[in-house]
């Protein structure tokens, strides 16, 4: 009886241990990144860009924290992609000011993204108050 219950609090010493490794959360650095760059893109992660940048290939990352989208304001090229990570602790979502394309809801943890071929102002519907622009060259 006593090597079962020493064995028990192992085991859970053991899935403790493993469930405090496990960050599901999506943070900048895990996505593929691209800079303008390619020197300083190779630098940061080879395994994930591409050996020479072509249009269109460059991502951004918009961070939704303490119901702001940081930045606010982007500027990218035409076939860049913009990727928003919800690091705050409620639902926010992406959505055009004509309402031509949303995200639907983004829940903590969780990120959303687009391609973007020409401007875009957005707000958070969930939030109206949280607002940003894309602009595209």
């Not at 079962?4 to 959360?25: E, Q, R, T, Y």
């Not at 992609?81 to 979502?93: P, S």
Request: charged share 20%; net charge positive; glycine share 4%.
């Amino acid at each position: 009886m006593k090597t079962l219950k020493a064995g028990s609090v192992w085991l859970l010493a053991c899935l403790a241990f493993i469930a405090s490794c496990n960050d599901h959360k999506p943070k900048p650095d895990n996505l593929p990144h691209v800079n303008e760059n390619p020197q300083a893109a190779n630098s940061i992660d080879s395994s994930a860009a591409p050996a020479v940048p072509q249009p269109g290939d460059h991502r951004f990352i918009v961070e939704i924290n303490k119901m702001k989208f940081v930045p606010d304001q982007l500027t990218v090229h035409k076939g860049d992609t913009v990727v928003w990570i919800n690091n705050d602790l409620t639902n926010h979502c992406v959505t055009d000011t004509g309402k031509a394309w949303t995200s639907s809801t983004i829940v903590p943890g969780r990120f959303w993204t687009k391609v973007f071929t020409k401007n875009a102002d957005y707000f958070c519907a969930i939030h109206v108050v949280m607002k940003g622009k894309i602009q595209v060259e």
